[in-house]
Each structure stands twice: as structure tokens, then as C-alpha cells.
């Protein structure tokens, strides 16, 4: 019966002659949870950069005499210990943790990219060395190497993203080694090898444009996890450190007074979460987008 | 004379996102005990959809009405309890696709036993006993020790003759067989009916056989009966269908099977177009726009059922004009 | 079978030392354990000189994990500086602690997560089956001390403000009683279970309507079996087959120490031992957890490759 609906509904849309990428956008637009998450993630991460300069107070203004109040018009989230307004800091905090997202996210999409592809296309103990490197990088629990090198690098955010990536590569690398290894015994791909195009040159021109789909959706699942693994790293006292602040090690500085002001620690959490929540259907919306076999759940 | 299945009026519906799809539309056929009816018709023209809804195989998007009587009990009103000791005792059912129809979990002969275990008052010895038996009966050879093996381990014949084994296990009146031989190597297909025709004879067997390829029944069936997108085309004896076909359809059908000869130089012919929308279907006959005798009455005026011969209806308006066809 | 887990153990030996080679050299290269004597010398040379010679600070740090290894191959771990005591009496003892809250984390995760991905197939698109989608979809995306932090700030703060009532302790463990063993343990549990059983239910459930579409199901359907014995002989024993590898990475990584859940709940288990050991830098204690980890993550997997293969009969090892 499936079939028989989708001759339909195609005949019907008159659709037959949109290209793939007209036809995915035109998946995803009618994803909606996707579109208000995509929508939403945005209004977050602008809010992250620009609310805090709407506000007179600067984000390590002490003012002791103004310790821990509660939200007014003046401190829309209230101030903490030693009176520093916490929306500037939320927003700050927000800002830094999207910053490393977004670096972890290029950076370990580059690795894995490159190292996945070097492996997929050129197979034998280059293929074996990768993997293994792979797999010791999984055997090792995360947080050691994390913690590990946190120590040594990761007191800055810049620090902390390389520490990450050097971690989060490995899915991707993954993901793009298996599409190459599917790819290169193709037909149009020893057509390239015959005509004497280069290694480089075929797996870009040729086999990575085949991968862009599934390293989109790994690239959203990989934001969520970086900036639920800076928050942890932070919580925990081994990541960014202060006086420059984060997500997480803002939870963590305010940790002491969960008895008097719980709402003060929670705030930077919810924006975790709704962060994470946004990215998780967006990752949703472009993978039913961009393989139209899957199906939607 | 009294059938053993006894179909009226036949609807299936689907629920989708587009709307209401027509599937099946005012069916109704009957099949006398120990015939071998076989309807056939393309994908999508409703034949598998009228076997599941009758077995009530279908999720829960279909809408079914119409009545089914079997053995004299209506299959549609009855509840489900009443209708789990129809399934697999007074009903065996077959599919296309013996490769992924077995459990690969299980052994084959738990599979067949458990068959048997559940309908029938009998020790799980007795149950494999029985299934040693019955893959006997259809053609497993070295069934005492094959009893034990995996799906994985059969071959796709093979899985077949399981799957067939499986259904009449229990000696059921009416065998379902939803094309039985699609997935399998031509070679391995006609073993396989043969093995549905030696086990009807032994058990004596009613089987409605459900097919596109009008050559595997041409042998085999003892009634036609034709589907196109959803409705009933044409129905009549074998040789009638063959000879004294009425239906344009039909005819375009049977002069798409390839030649077994394979005379050289002679083409291939093929139905142009594609079956209508069953979402919105036009008004017409259905098959108006692929039909080499169509008219302009042929588009806005739907044809009926009607009697053309002894035991032989068609849905043509032109039928009488046209007569039969070569 | 034998000669295949033998293989398999031994092929992960050459990961395992490479692993534990590395972070001995990623620990001392990034820790100075002489910072602080440094300060007072000349005065304590003598202590000075006594954690030079325990740690071999004399020799590179590419050499200094074979000391390591050649103690830890006769059984001996050495000693926690920080806690004070042998690396291995830690590690039963704090192992001990994890493993009682995580025994009973992963059953309650795992059972539910069953129930959960059976009753959404039985009913999907109902309207409990979208909330129950629904909150798979927001446990994802909770961080596990998120998570934690609300349990805390929910049975510490504001329940207690509501009821006068504290039924769950927040932070310590207690074994005065059984009583009290239940109202400190039930938080970092339920901290665990909504964690896992988020990710595992989602994944069970999108196989099983996998499964109950497939044509063997409509095979047992047709063979007139009740619809009980059909979802939970029939789709499930072939839905959990995929989930059994799920569930050993995640009893595997539970058993190693959650280190957050613990943290925040003040459990005396691994996870909270490991934060001591990474902050001083402790490079035993850090060694003996991490090999302790590592080998729980490898034992579990092979685990799982055994269950794998006696769910689904098409798989063999030789």
C-alpha cells in the first residue's frame, strides 16, 4: 500500500523534477518541531551574545552589597554571592559554552572527516592503524583523558574545545569512513581512477559529497553532546575555570546555596537542557529530511 | 450449492495522511470447497489487501466492512479470540517472502510446532512429532534432523515448503497463498506449487492463490478471478479467462506474459500508464486511460459487474460490443 | 566458543597496556607531585628525596610506567597518597559501594525500559505513547547532574517546604538501617535510572515497531497465536538483541562509577575517588581505577557478543 500512496502524493505535488536538496529542504520546512527548534536555538544563541550588553552591570561587577538577590527589574536573574548581576553571567556563560560547542563541532568534524576518509579510501594498515587509534580512544573511560588534559589545558575554553575534539572525533571519523568504503567500488568512482584523478581529488570531488547528509545530522548530535560534556567538566571543577564563566561552572559556583536560592542553581541547567532539546530535533528533523527512508518516530 | 468462503461486499480502507485510500471496493466472490480460486491482478490492485483483511491481518488503519462468511460464520464480526482459533486451524496462510516470513530466532520445527501446540491438545513432543511429519509432507528431505535447524540455515525453497508445512499443519480447510512464488528463483517456483498441489490433494485443500503472473496459474487454477485497482475486473472458469476473455484488462494482462516459446523477433508488449489514483479515483471506468477500446462514455460513465457467459461476469461497457477478445 | 573469548581477551591486551601507558604518561606529565616540597628545601630534602624515589621521578616519564606494570602484574597496585591506603582496598571497598547502587540502577533501568518500548509498540500513536515519547525525548537531553541537582532541590528543598516531611536523604550514604540505607539510596538510583532508561526506551521502542511491522510477526499473527505471545515471544526476544549491547556499555560504564551521579550525592564510590585522584594528581589510585574500568568495559562487551550471539542463532564464533 505504501507504494501506491507515494506514486500518489508524488503525482499529486507534481514533485518528480525537484533535485534531492530541493526535495530535503522542503522535507525539513514541513518538520515543524525542527523549524520552531531551529527558530528558538537561534533567539537562544543571539540572546547569548547580545542580551548582556542591554544590562548597565558588567559581568564581574562585585557589589557586596547587593549579595544574593532575588530577581528584580534591575537583576532580571538575581546576583550571586559577592552581588554580580547573574543575567549578564547566564548570558556570558551561555555564550562561551555555544563558543566551544561550535569549536568542538568544526574541529572534530575536520578530524574525523579527514582521518575517516584517509581510512575508508586507502584501507589496509592505514585503515587498521585509524581504527585502532579509534578504538583505544573509546577503550580509555572519557572522563581520565578528559580530566587528564583538562588539567593541563583545559582551565581556558579554547583549551577545553581541543581537548574535546580530540575526543568527539572518533563518531564521525566512523560514519565517513564507512560511506567511503561504500562509495569507492562504485562505478562512477573507478571511472574517475581510470580517467588518472588523484586519491585527494576523487574522494572530494567524488565520495564526500555523499557523506555530507549523515556528518550534518552526527554535526547536531555532536553540539549536544560538547555542551553537555563542558557543562559536566565545568560542574566538576575540571573545565573552563572561572573568572571566565560558563554554563556549568556557574551551576557549580552557586552549588553552596542550594538550600536558600535552588532556583539560582537550576537556571543555568534549563539552558542546557532547552539547548540540547532544540539541537536533538533539529538532528531529527534533518535526518528524516535527508534520508527519506527513514522513518519518521 | 453452499461455498466455503463466502465474501460480500468487500471494503478496505486506508487512513493516511493524504486522506482516505480506496483499496479494496465492493468485493464480493465466493470459493466452493476443494477449487483452487486464484485472483490476480498488478501490485497495488487490492488482491493481497482483500487475503489479509479476510485473515484480519491488517493494522489498525484499515477500515474494513462487508461480510466474509466462512464455514458459516461471519470472519468481520466475530471477536478476536474467536478469530485467533481460525487463524493457523481453519485458515493457513502463506506469503511472498519466505526469506523473512520465519522467525530467525527460533528453530523451524518450533515454529511448526508451535502451530500445532496451540490449537490442539497435545504434548510438546506430540507437536514436533507432528512438525517432522509435516515438513515430510512437503518435501524436506532429512526433516527428522532439519527439524532442529535455523530459518537461516534453509534455503529459499525450502523456507517456502516450512512456511507451507507450517499453515497446513493443523489440516485447515482453506489455504491462503499470497504470492507464493514471487521471491523464489523460477526454477524452485514451480516445485513449490507442485508442493501445494500434491498437499491439497492429500488433505484435500481449498486454496485461493493470489498472484500477478497469469502463467503460473494457467495451470494450476480452477477459477480466475481479475483485479485492477481495487475492483473486481473479470471472473469466470479458467479456460474462459483464457479463451473467451471479455475484459480489456484481462486481455491486456494475459498478452504481457511472456511467450513460452519465445518465438524471435515477437515483442514484448506492456500496459501503458499507470493504475489511477486510489486517493480520488476518477469517475469513469478505472482503467479508461490505459485502455486501447476506450470511449468517451468509457470516462464519465463506471462500469458494472455483469453476467457474460455461464459463471463469467466482466466490468466493460462495452462488453457486448466488443465480445471476446484477442 | 572458548577459543573465541580467548582470542577476543587477548587481542584487547595490546589496547589495554597501550591505554594504560598512555594516561600514566598523560598523569605524570601533567602533574608535579614535589610543587609543594620544592618550596621548603633545603630543609625537608629528606621527604623531598623519599617521593622522588617512589615515583621514580629521576627517570623519564616514557620509562616510569613499567614500574607500574611490573607491580601491577604481581597484584600490587601501590598506594592512594590521598586516602591513604592500598589502591586495592579502595578499590574493593569504594567498588563495593558503586556496585550497590548500580545493580539495582541498572535492573530498574533495564526492566523498564522493556515494559516501556513493549507497551509503545502495542500502542503507538496513542496518547501515552507520545508522552512517553515525549519525555525519552526530553531525558536525552538532561545532563545527569541536572538531573541530580533537581531530585536535590526538589526531596531537600521544596517537598520538605511543602510537607514538613523529609523522606529521602540528599547527600551521604547511610547503613545505620535498612530504613536509612532505602532514603539515601533511592535519589542517586532514580538519578541513574531516568538517565539510562531515556536513552533505552527510545531505542527499544524504535526497534520494536520495527519489529512488529516485519513479516514473521505477521506470520505468528497469522498463525492464530494471542497478541500476548506474539509481542513477547515472537518481537521481543528479536527486539532485544540490538538493546543487549546497549545495556552491557551501560552496566559496564554504571559498575566503573557514575562520577557525577556520585559526586553530587556525596556516594563513597569510585566515581568520587577518581575526581580526588585526577584533582591532587593520586597516580596510583588514577591508574588502579582506570584499569579497573577498562577491564569492566572489556569483560561487559565480551558479554554482550556472547548474549548477541545465543539471542540471535545466525551468529557464530569460531
Redesign the interface.
Known amino acids: ?1 505504501t ?3 507515494d ?3 508524488r ?2 505535488l507534481g514533485a518528480e523534477s525537484l533535485s534531492f536538496g530541493r526535495l530535503a529542504l522542503r522535507r525539513f520546512v514541513r518538520h515543524r518541531p525542527a523549524i520552531v527548534s531551529l527558530f528558538l536555538l537561534i533567539l537562544m544563541v543571539l540572546a547569548f551574545f547580545f542580551a548582556g550588553r542591554l544590562s548597565n552591570f558588567a559581568f564581574d561587577a562585585v557589589d557586596v552589597t547587593k549579595r544574593l538577590e532575588n530577581p528584580s527589574r534591575e537583576h532580571p536573574f538575581g546576583t550571586d554571592e559577592i552581588g554580580r548581576d547573574l543575567f549578564v553571567r547566564t548570558m556570558l556563560g551561555g555564550q562561551y559554552s555555544v563558543r566551544v560547542a561550535l569549536q568542538v563541532s568544526l574541529l572534530a568534524t575536520a578530524i574525523g572527516t579527514i582521518l575517516g576518509a584517509i581510512a575508508g579510501y586507502f584501507g589496509r594498515w592505514v585503515d587498521t592503524a585509524i581504527s585502532q587509534m579509534i578504538n583505544l580512544i573509546l577503550i580509555v573511560p572519557a572522563l581520565i583523558v578528559l580530566a587528564v588534559f583538562a588539567q593541563r589545558f583545559g582551565g581556558s575554553p579554547v583549551g577545553l574545545a581541543l581537548v574535546l575534539s580530540g575526543l568527539l572525533w572518533t563518531r564521525i571519523a566512523r560514519v565517513v569512513r564507512g560511506v567511503v568504503m561504500q562509495y569507492k567500488e562504485q562505478e562512477f568512482v573507478l571511472a574517475a581512477k581510470a580517467v588518472g584523478a588523484k586519491p585527494g581529488r576523487i574522494v572530494a570531488r567524488h565520495i564526500l559529497p555523499n557523506v555530507v547528509g549523515s556528518v550534518l545530522v552526527e554535526i547536531t548530535l555532536l553540539l549536544g553532546t560538547a555542551i553537555v560534556l563542558e557543562s559536566t567538566l565545568s560542574f566538576l571543577g575540571l573545565g573552563v575555570q572561572p573568572p571566565i564563566p560558563t554554563l556549568g561552572n556557574l551551576i557549580q559556583q552557586s552549588k553552596g546555596a542550594i538550600d536558600d536560592a535552588p532556583l539560582r542553581v537550576l537556571l543555568p541547567g534549563f539552558f542546557v537542557v532547552f539547548f540540547v532539546l532544540f539541537i536533538n530535533f533539529l538532528g531529527d528533523g534533518l535526518r528524516d529530511a535527508l534520508d527519506p527512508r527513514s522513518k519518521r518516530q | 450449492m453452499t461455498f466455503l468462503l463466502d465474501v460480500k461486499g468487500l471494503n478496505v480502507r ?1 487512513r ?1 495522511e ?1 486522506g482516505l ?1 480506496h ?1 479494496v471496493n465492493e468485493v464480493s466472490f465466493s470459493v466452493s470447497k476443494g477449487e483452487t480460486l486464484a485472483v490476480v491482478g498488478e ?2 490492485s487490492g488482491k493481497s ?1 482483500t487475503a489479509l483483511a479476510l ?1 484480519r ?1 491488517l ?1 489498525r488503519t484499515a477500515l474494513i466492512d462487508g461480510e466474509a462468511s466462512f464455514e458459516g460464520v461471519n470472519l468481520f464480526t466475530m471477536s ?2 474467536e478469530m ?6 481453519r485458515i ?2 502463506i ?1 511472498q ?1 519466505p526469506m ?8 523451524v520445527g518450533d515454529q511448526i510446532a ?2 500445532v501446540l ?2 490442539r491438545d497435545c504434548t510438546k513432543q506430540e507437536a514436533k512429532t507432528r512438525a517432522i511429519e509435516m515438513m515430510g509432507l512437503v518435501g524436506i528431505p532429512d526433516s527428522r534432523r532439519r527439524v532442529d535447524q ?1 530459518p ?1 540455515e534453509f534455503s529459499g525453497g525450502m523456507r517456502q515448503r516450512a ?1 507451507i508445512a ?2 497446513i499443519a493443523n489440516s485447515p480447510s482453506l489455504l491462503i497463498a499470497d504470492e507464493p512464488t514471487t521471491a523464489l528463483d523460477v526454477t524452485v517456483q514451480a516445485q513449490v506449487m507442485e508442493v501445494i498441489r500434491s498437499v491439497q490433494e492429500s488433505i484435500g485443500l481449498t486454496v485461493m492463490l493470489i498472484t500477478h503472473d497469469l502463467g503460473l496459474v494457467a495451470g494450476f487454477a480452477d477459477r480466475i478471478q481479475v483485479m485492477y485497482a481495487g475492483q473486481l475486473v473479470e471472473t469466470a472458469e479458467r479456460d474462459r479467462i483464457f479463451y473467451e476473455t471479455r475484459n480489456p484488462y484481462t486481455r491486456a494482462l494475459l498478452d504481457s506474459i511472456p511467450s513460452q516459446l519465445g518465438v524471435p523477433g515477437t515483442e514484448l508488449k506492456t500496459i501503458g500508464g ?2 489511477p ?3 480520488s479515483p476518477p469517475p469513469g471506468c478505472l482503467f479508461q486511460p490505459r485502455c486501447v477500446h476506450a470511449t468517451e462514455d468509457c470516462r464519465m460513465t463506471r462500469p458494472e459487474l455483469k453476467s457474460v457467459g455461464q459463471n463469467h461476469l466482466s466490468r466493460c461497457l462495452r462488453s457486448s460490443d466488443l465480445g471476446v477478445l484477442r | 566458543m572458548l577459543t573465541y573469548v580467548i582470542r577476543r581477551v587477548l587481542s584487547t591486551i595490546p589496547l589495554l597496556i597501550g591505554a594504560m601507558y598512555l594516561v600514566h604518561v598523560g598523569v605524570s606529565a601533567t602533574s608535579d607531585p614535589l610543587a609543594s616540597l620544592r618550596l621548603c628545601l633545603p630543609r625537608c630534602q629528606e621527604g623531598y628525596d623519599r617521593v622522588v624515589e617512589i615515583y621514580e621521578l629521576d627517570r623519564s616519564i616514557w620509562v616510569r610506567p613499567f614500574a607500574w606494570f611490573g607491580d601491577a602484574i604481581r597484584g600490587d597496585f601501590g598506594k592512594s597518597e590521598a586516602l591513604g591506603e592500598p589502591v586495592g582496598n579502595v578499590l574493593l571497598e569504594r567498588g563495593l559501594n558503586t556496585a550497590m547502587m548500580a545493580i539495582p540502577a541498572f535492573l530498574i533501568s533495564a526492566l523498564l525500559a522493556v515494559l516501556l518500548s513493549v507497551y509503545s509498540a502495542r500502542r503507538q500513536y496513542s496518547k501515552t505513547d507520545y508522552v512517553l515519547t515525549g519525555f525519552s525525548f526530553l531525558g536525552l537531553a538532561l545532563p545527569t547532574f541536572f538531573v541530580g541537582l533537581v531530585l536535590q532541590v526538589f526531596w531537600g528543598v521544596w517537598f520538605p517546604q511543602w510537607t514538613g516531611m523529609k523522606p529521602f536523604y540528599t547527600g551521604s550514604m547511610r547503613t545505620g538501617s535498612v530504613l536509612e540505607l532505602l532514603q539515601s539510596i533511592t535519589l542517586p538510583v532514580l538519578t541513574l535510572v531516568i538517565v539510562s532508561v531515556a536513552a533505552e526506551s527510545r531505542f527499544g521502542r524504535a526497534n520494536m515497531l520495527e519489529i512488529i ?4 510477526v ?10 500476548s ?1 506474539v509481542i513477547w515471544k ?1 518481537a521481543l ?2 527486539a532485544m ?1 540490538p538493546l543487549v549491547t546497549l545495556w552491557a556499555l551501560d552496566f559496564a560504564a554504571l559498575l566503573s562509577g557514575s562520577v557525577i551521579t556520585e559526586t553530587i550525592f556525596s556516594w563513597p564510590g569510585l566515581g568520587p575517588a577518581f575526581v580526588i585522584a585526577l584533582t591532587k594528581p593520586d597516580l596510583d589510585l588514577v591508574m588502579g581505577i582506570t584499569i579497573l574500568a577498562a577491564v569492566i568495559a572489556i569483560v561487559f562487551n565480551l558479554i554482550a557478543d556472547l548474549l548477541y550471539g545465543w ?4 551468529i557464530r564464533f569460531d
Request: overall charge neutral; proline content about 4%.
Open positions: 500500500m507504494d501506491l500512496v506514486v500518489n502524493s503525482e499529486g | 486506508f493516511t493524504f485510500v483499496a501490485s497495488g489487501v485473515m491481518l493494522d478476536e479470540k485467533q482459533k481460525i487463524r493457523g486451524a493457513g496462510m506469503f517472502d523473512t516470513a520465519l522467525n530467525p530466532v527460533f528453530t508451535e502451530v496451540i490449537h535455523y537461516h512456511m507450517m499453515a499507470n493504475p489514483s486510489l486517493l | 511491522s516485519s513479516d514473521y505477521r506470520t505468528a499473527r497469522a498463525k492464530g497465536l494471542s497478541e505471545r515472537h526476544r528479536n538483541i539471542l540471535d542463532p545466525r
